[in-house]
């Protein structure tokens, strides 16, 4: 009776240890699971993070060439005519490559604009008894005729004799400004126009006033040409419609962006792309009125602006 239970006790207490022994192996294999999903997320998460400072490497590196490539488009149209590229001092380049293609097709048409510049030659001449020179002496000045017309200034140290012209209507056209210094005595015996382009400057500063039957009209360039006959004129000003592209390259990443800003700018002859550069010829370039916004050489007036992402 005894052996039997001691038996019993000795079957029991093996069979408790065998299940430890199959508990303990269980919790093994979890554990080594459990550490090999722990290990497949981390690395996960390793290349995620890798990927994603690579995603944003790429576009810091593309909105650096965005900023450089509009950057220095707007410096270059600021700078217009010049076309040379700034330096890294003025314009941070990020270490970027920049280049504006062939800058000498950067003009896309010019215009000249209508009454500038001084005219040729008229076909309406002077008859002061002065002479049209440019350093001519006028006092008390007489003219025939019923219409004179100069280029340049008029400066009389008197005052014209308009009532020495003949029919009628009485004129003067000045392709500049006008001074009468004394405007008392035989100046109002006559009905006369005084048209000039400048203005009316000092006049009766010697004494008098400026008659009532003697009108001052200022009139512009086209209108002064018109009524003169003006020949072609010499130095005359411009409207050229420009388009300024810049390229930045990254050469890490190769992310690429080209700004492109098309403009209008007023300039001379000298300040102005050439003609072959705009693809005119003297015979067949196109004269227009002038832009309200653009009244003065070196003025520019940006027509559009936009950027192209590679």
């Given at each position: 009776?005894?052996?039997?239970?001691?038996?019993?006790?000795?079957?029991?207490?093996?069979?408790?240890?065998?299940?430890?022994?199959?508990?303990?192996g269980?919790?093994?294999?979890?554990?080594?699971?459990?550490?090999?999903?722990?290990s497949?997320?981390?690395?996960?998460?390793?290349?995620?993070?890798?990927?994603?400072?690579?995603?944003?490497?790429?576009?810091?590196?593309?909105?650096?060439?965005?900023?450089?490539?509009?950057?220095?488009?707007?410096?270059?149209v600021?700078?217009?005519?010049?076309?040379?590229?700034?330096s890294?001092a003025?314009?941070?380049n990020?270490?970027?490559?920049?280049?504006?293609?062939n800058?000498?097709?950067?003009?896309?048409?010019?215009?000249?604009?209508?009454?500038?510049?001084?005219?040729?030659?008229?076909?309406?001449?002077?008859?002061?008894?002065?002479?049209?020179?440019?350093?001519?002496?006028?006092?008390?000045?007489?003219?025939?005729?019923?219409?004179?017309?100069?280029?340049?200034?008029?400066?009389?140290?008197?005052?014209?004799?308009?009532?020495?012209?003949?029919?009628?209507?009485?004129?003067?056209?000045?392709?500049?400004?006008?001074?009468?210094k004394?405007?008392?005595?035989?100046?109002?015996?006559?009905?006369?126009?005084?048209?000039?382009?400048?203005?009316n400057?000092?006049?009766?500063?010697?004494?008098?006033?400026?008659?009532?039957?003697?009108?001052?009209?200022?009139?512009?360039?086209?209108?002064?040409?018109?009524?003169?006959?003006?020949?072609?004129?010499?130095?005359?000003?411009?409207?050229?419609?420009?388009?300024?592209?810049?390229?930045?390259?990254?050469?890490?990443?190769?992310?690429?962006?080209?700004?492109?800003?098309?403009?209008?700018?007023?300039?001379?002859?000298?300040?102005?792309?050439t003609?072959?550069q705009?693809?005119?010829?003297d015979?067949?370039?196109?004269?227009?009125?002038?832009?309200?916004?653009?009244?003065?050489?070196?003025?520019?007036?940006?027509?559009?602006?936009?950027?192209?992402?590679?």
């Amino acid at each position: 009776m005894f052996k039997q239970q001691k038996f019993k006790f000795l079957l029991k207490k093996h069979r408790q240890v065998n299940t430890m022994h199959r508990q303990n192996g269980a919790l093994l294999l979890v554990a080594m699971m459990m550490l090999l999903i722990l290990s497949l997320l981390g690395f996960g998460t390793v290349s995620t993070t890798n990927i994603d400072l690579q995603i944003a490497g790429n576009q810091q590196r593309q909105n650096e060439a965005e900023l450089v490539a509009e950057n220095t488009v707007n410096y270059l149209v600021e700078n217009y005519p010049s076309l040379t590229l700034p330096s890294n001092a003025i314009v941070e380049n990020f270490g970027q490559t920049v280049s504006t293609g062939n800058q000498s097709n950067a003009c896309v048409t010019k215009t000249i604009i209508e009454g500038s510049g001084t005219p040729g030659f008229l076909a309406c001449g002077w008859t002061g008894s002065a002479g049209s020179g440019i350093n001519a002496y006028r006092d008390h000045e007489s003219f025939s005729g019923n219409k004179s017309c100069l280029v340049g200034d008029y400066v009389d140290e008197e005052h014209p004799h308009l009532h020495h012209m003949s029919g009628s209507p009485k004129e003067l056209w000045i392709n500049g400004n006008i001074t009468v210094k004394y405007c008392g005595g035989c100046f109002d015996d006559a009905v006369a126009t005084i048209y000039y382009t400048g203005s009316n400057i000092d006049s009766c500063s010697y004494g008098g006033s400026w008659p009532s039957v003697v009108s001052t009209v200022k009139v512009t360039q086209a209108q002064f040409n018109t009524a003169t006959g003006a020949g072609p004129s010499l130095d005359s000003d411009y409207y050229s419609q420009v388009e300024i592209r810049v390229t930045s390259t990254d050469p890490v990443s190769g992310a690429t962006a080209t700004a492109v800003k098309g403009f209008k700018y007023r300039g001379d002859s000298d300040g102005s792309p050439t003609n072959s550069q705009c693809d005119v010829t003297d015979g067949n370039i196109v004269s227009v009125e002038e832009d309200p916004w653009l009244t003065s050489n070196g003025s520019r007036r940006v027509l559009y602006s936009y950027l192209e992402i590679d």
